[in-house]
């Protein structure tokens, strides 16, 4: 199986374009899943201090069979702790949980507008990389005017900016806003929650190459130069979509993937304008 790509963040740090996410895997099972994951070949791992599983994480990382350096972890400062010392303590639980020293990616999981204090977490993320605590700073559900702000009061752009993508949920709009900026895409929900697996046009698509609607899917997001995290909790299925590096799809089959685009209606998970929930 071919390796997967390495990207170049904008604040010169690298990235594998290919990680395991684990939104919604139980904590009891979290270190299985990740450990799975590592042998199946994934070394960037992304979870959040909201999916109460970073202590599997952790477990996973001191278990496996790869060296801590070799593997990128990121994890999301929660909604509840924009404040710049409750983002501060929340910064140091995560890193007892997940047994680090240092943590390769923080991101903001999200704006929280209602609350507005994410301008003030941002600023505790960039000391805590000027620290040296953090290497890349990022965001996650962050929209434009929610970017320009950030940006606009602190002049450090984030390297990332995580967003549910997807084929019926593109979000084409914030792809040339996001290029332009340098900051790059990191799906959430690539496979749609699981929305996709159904899709007869991707189905067919897939089926030429020889792949599955999950490797197609995964295979459209890699192509389109972001970073993506498929979840699953099942060794076998992880081996699949990581298996994605021996084919490649013709621009038009690109397009007819992207053409499924089902705007508001294909978000499965919250809207970052609206969204204020706190955990
Ligand atoms: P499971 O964890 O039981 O394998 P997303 O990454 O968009 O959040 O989608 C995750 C959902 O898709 C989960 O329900 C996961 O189930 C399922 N899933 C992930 N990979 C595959 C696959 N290769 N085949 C079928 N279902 C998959």
């Known amino acids: 199986m071919a ?17 395991l996410g684990v939104w919604q895997v139980e904590p009891a099972i979290t270190a299985r899943v990740v450990r799975d994951g590592i042998a199946a070949g994934y070394r960037l791992i992304d979870t ?3 999916y109460d599983n970073e202590q599997g994480v952790g477990e996973a990382i001191r278990t496996a069979d790869v060296a801590r350096e070799q593997l990128f972890i990121t994890s999301k400062l929660r909604n509840g702790g924009h404040a710049r010392d409750l983002a501060l303590g929340s910064f140091e639980e995560t890193m007892l949980k997940l047994g680090l020293e240092r943590l390769d990616m923080f991101l ?55 967003i549910e993508l997807h084929p019926y949920f593109p979000q084409r709009d914030k792809r040339d806003d996001l290029e332009g900026r340098g900051i790059r895409i990191e799906s959430y929900s690539p496979l749609g929650s699981g929305d ?16 599955s609607i999950a490797q197609t899917v995964v295979r ?7 970073i993506v995290i498929p979840k699953s909790t099942h060794a076998e ?43």
Request: charged share 25%.
């Open 196 to 211: 996709v697996l159904e899709d007869e046009t991707i189905g067919g698509i897939g089926k030429a190459h020889g792949k």
């Open 3 to 19: 390796g997967v790509p390495i990207l170049t963040l904008n604040d010169g740090n690298t990235i594998p374009q290919l990680g």
């Open 108 to 162: 903001i999981h999200w704006p929280v507008p209602g609350q507005d204090k994410y301008v003030e977490a941002w600023k505790t993320l960039v000391e805590l990389q000027q620290q040296g605590r953090i290497a890349s700073i990022g965001v996650s559900n962050f929209n434009r005017d929610h970017l320009e702000r950030i940006i606009g009061e602190t002049g450090v752009t984030p390297a990332v900016n995580q």
């Open 237 to 279: 299925r992880q081996r699949e979509n990581i298996d994605v590096f021996d084919f490649e799809l013709s621009e038009d089959k690109m397009r007819a993937i992207s053409g499924l685009d089902r705007g508001e209606a294909g978000r499965t998970g919250g809207n970052p304008a609206t969204n204020n929930d706190t955990f």
């Open 48 to 50: 959040a201090e909201g």
């Open 220 to 226: 459209w997001h890699i192509q389109q130069g972001n």
